[in-house]
């Protein structure tokens, strides 16, 4: 069977269960693009991401991806404490899904690759999204700004966009402090919070990643993980569910915990099999 559907009908079975987290919940969601039509794999439409925002604005606590190791080490909330989080920087992000955050009250933090909005020609070819154009795709720094002044907060999401555990150390090291350094310059003020492109614990963040990364500056780093905010979590290795084209079912099976469990399987199973089952 291949990967995509055994996932499927895992995440099928595991909706329908009853709520596997109880006492304190503290979950992290990972959005990209959210735009009306193009083929971006990990495209949340406009209508459903509205949905989800308004279902987070009226049964969950929505806090600031800055706050989130803090919360995690206070006492519980009757309701699930939620923080939204935006990778790459696709121009939608600006143009749609702002719009949308704004009328919900929903604050978010955009993860930017610095390359990409600089139109760097050597990371433009290098990005092989389905659906992506050079043209109008990313974010310009204009909308960054725009999405700042709007109470929104920026993160990096390196230069390159290239997965740290596939690069020697100083390599990296010279990707994050370059992002870190464009944006701090560009925004005029500090950036400490950091999501490490890919993001999959094991297989694209290694200890050494998470080492450099500390060493250029960052002091909060968002990984991409199936389960929620644990107390034991470090600042550095915050885990987030992907949000692409969930309904709304699987998009609150998230946020209340019944899906943890695949992210546990992804914290324990070998990496052998973890690779031959896919990406």
Known sequence: MPFGA?????EAVLTRMPQSVRGRRLAVLCYHSAHP???????????????QMRWLREHCRVVRFADVWDEARRPGSSQPTVAVTFDDGHADNHTTALPILLRYEIPATFFVATGLIDRDPEVIAARSWRGWRETDSTLTWEQVLDMRDHGMDIGSHGHTHTALAR?????AFSDLARSKQS??????????????PKGRPRRDVLPA?????????FEHGATVLLR???????PMMIPRFPIAADGLDLFRAKVMGRLDLI?????????????????
């Open 6 to 10: 055994l996932k499927a009908g895992v």
């Open 37 to 51: 039509s193009a083929e971006f794999p990990t495209r949340t439409a406009p209508e459903m991401l509205e949905r």
């Open 167 to 171: 690069l020697p150390d100083a390599a």
């Open 183 to 196: 944006l701090e310059e560009r925004l005029g003020e500090r950036v400490v919070a950091m999501a490490y």
């Open 209 to 217: 990643s998470v080492h450099v990364a500390r060493g250029v500056g």
């Open 228 to 234: 929620g905010v644990k107390r034991s979590d470090e």
């Open 263 to 279: 992210g546990t399987l992804q914290e324990r199973a070998p990496l052998s099999l973890l690779r031959t089952l896919g990406p």
